[in-house]
């Protein structure tokens, strides 16, 4: 046994400070963002925010509403290739940027992604998506798929730590997903005790991933807009967000009405809920890692899209960041041991 003693850090443990700035307004400010791929020659160029591959948030209403606004979808793994045959059949080139296709690593999930892929050539990106990419099977299938797709944007995950990205990246992908137990209905942590926290896991894995010209997604643990902010500023290059947007026209879920108010169901993807509706119930040597919640329904996600976008643009004016890329450069955090006033909060 070994302990670490530096501190790791969340986003509830830090604050950014404001700094001197030019900039008059935030329509000033640029939220755009270009990459190119470790691996694959592809070019992106949107606002580097996503929704999760959770089938109650990266659904493909959710992912014809954010490329709409040039922001990415991982689409959820449950969909069957005729249902993606007929989606993909009415995306434009445009919209096809925005989207990725989820896979876990067994034999079947590799057989259907080929399937989709070859009937659909023109999505560009692969999200291969296990709870824990510490296993050498994970990294096997990482390396069999960029064999597989070699001008693919592969993204892998989930780690936390450096070595584990780099391990990752030299094994083929363009982008690694990082968070483990930081979610909103994750239950990891109460249940195994293990994780890492968020801003910690961003700023040490993107050091790792920066350092081999990769790119890191911070997933999971947003859970306000200036939580993504803070994302951003510690690194990381893209921003997943599952309880965000959860609870709006264009996730999935069911809908809800309770003493006349109207709710849709959340729930994670190792949930009871979810293993039951996908593989038929929990196996009997596992535990479900995740709850099922009720959201408030709020109607549009444009709404509140909106809302996060002004808020990052707003950061970004606070500390004089005129293109969300220079972000982490002007970021300092600070340590706090309080964050809003909830006086009136319900
Ligand atoms: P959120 O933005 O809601 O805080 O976090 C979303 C992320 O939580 C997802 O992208 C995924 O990485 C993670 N997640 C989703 N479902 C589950 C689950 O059932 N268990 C765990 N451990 N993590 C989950």
Redesign the pocket.
């Known amino acids: 046994m070994r302990i670490e003693y530096d501190i790791k850090l969340g986003f509830k443990d830090v604050m950014i400070r404001p700094k001197r700035s030019t900039l008059k307004s935030r329509s000033e400010v640029t939220l755009d963002r270009e990459f190119k791929f470790l691996h694959s020659p592809t070019t992106w160029s949107g606002i580097p925010i996503m929704a999760?591959?959770?089938d109650t948030?990266g659904t493909f209403e959710m992912a014809k509403a954010l490329s709409n606004k040039k922001l990415f979808t991982?689409i959820h793994k449950h969909y069957s290739v005729a249902d993606w045959n007929l989606f993909a059949s009415n995306l434009s080139e445009e919209e096809s940027k925005y989207i990725a296709v989820s896979t876990g690593i067994t034999e079947q999930d590799s057989d259907k992604l080929s399937e989709i892929l070859k009937f659909n050539p023109n999505l560009k990106f692969i999200c291969i998506?296990v709870?824990n990419g510490y296993s050498e099977l994970f990294t096997d299938f990482v390396r069999q798929t960029r064999r597989l797709y070699p001008n693919r944007v592969i993204i892998a995950?989930?780690v936390v730590t450096g070595e584990m990205v780099e391990e990752l990246l030299l094994s083929g992908a363009d982008i690694v997903?990082v968070?483990?137990?930081?979610?909103?209905?994750?239950?990891?942590r109460i249940k195994t005790g293990v994780g890492y926290p968020q801003l910690s896991a961003i700023i040490e894995c993107a050091d790792a991933a920066h350092g081999l010209g990769g790119q890191i997604i911070s997933?999971?643990?947003?859970?306000i807009p200036g939580d993504i902010a803070k994302a951003f500023g510690a690194g990381a290059d893209f921003v997943?967000?599952?309880?965000?947007?959860?609870g709006h026209d264009e996730s999935g879920g069911e809908k809800i009405v309770k003493n006349g108010k109207n709710y849709k169901q959340?729930?994670?993807?190792?949930?009871y809920t979810?293993m039951e509706k996908h593989v038929g119930g929990v196996a009997d040597y596992r535990a479900?890692?995740?709850?099922t919640v009720e959201v408030p329904y709020r109607g549009e996600v444009e709404t509140t899209l909106q809302d996060i976008l002004g808020g990052l643009r707003s950061t970004c004016t606070y500390v004089g960041a005129k293109r969300l890329k220079e972000l982490t450069k002007r970021t300092t955090f600070i340590r706090v041991a309080e964050q809003e006033n909830k006086t009136y909060s319900e």
């Not at 968070?179 to 990891?188: F, K, N, R």
């Not at 997943?240 to 959860?246: D, N, Q």
Request: net charge negative.
């Open positions: 999760a591959n959770m948030v991982a998506d709870a995950g989930n997903k968070g483990i137990g930081p979610g909103s209905v994750c239950t990891t997933d999971g643990g947003c859970s997943m967000l599952g309880g965000m947007l959860a959340f729930y994670g993807m190792s949930s979810a479900s890692e995740g709850k």
